[in-house]
């Protein structure tokens, strides 16, 4: 008599987390995201500790999130995962000016970006 469970958006072995209204571009956050994919999960967050990007610490949050997840919602092994995909997407734009000279107007684009991190747990070969 009651609503039917949504289908999960990922496999069995796999769980993922979204951070969204990231003040970076996409293409910078592309970067850092790059940086990660394929890793190990311990590996990546290492990584993400030490890189120089200011935006790093917001991915390195992301991936523990993923990491909770996989552990707690869906019961995976924290030491055989790896960032399966790591994807970027974009958000709002702030539009902001500055007057120029001869009456002119420029404009200064902010933009936001997204993160999604799935990570997914493989079985160690012998």
């Not at 987390?17 to 571009?25: E, G, I, P, Q």
């Not at 290492?46 to 997840?69: E, W, Y």
């Not at 702030?94 to 009456?103: D, E, I, Q, T, V």
Request: charged share 30%; with cysteine; proline share 3%.
């Amino acid at each position: 008599m009651g609503k039917e469970q949504n289908p999960r958006r990922v496999a069995e072995n796999e769980a993922m987390a979204k951070t969204k209204m990231l003040r970076v571009s996409p293409q910078k956050l592309n970067l850092v995201a790059g940086l990660i994919r394929g890793k190990k999960v311990d590996r990546a967050l290492s990584d993400l500790t030490f890189s120089h990007k200011r935006i790093a610490g917001d991915v390195k949050k992301c991936l523990q999130s993923a990491i909770a997840n996989a552990e707690n919602n869906h019961g995976l092994d924290v030491d055989n995962l790896i960032v399966a995909e790591a994807w970027v997407g974009k958000n709002l734009v702030m539009k902001r000016g500055r007057p120029r000279a001869r009456g002119r107007f420029g404009k200064i684009m902010k933009p936001f970006s997204e993160i999604t991190i799935k990570v997914r747990q493989v079985e160690e070969q012998a």
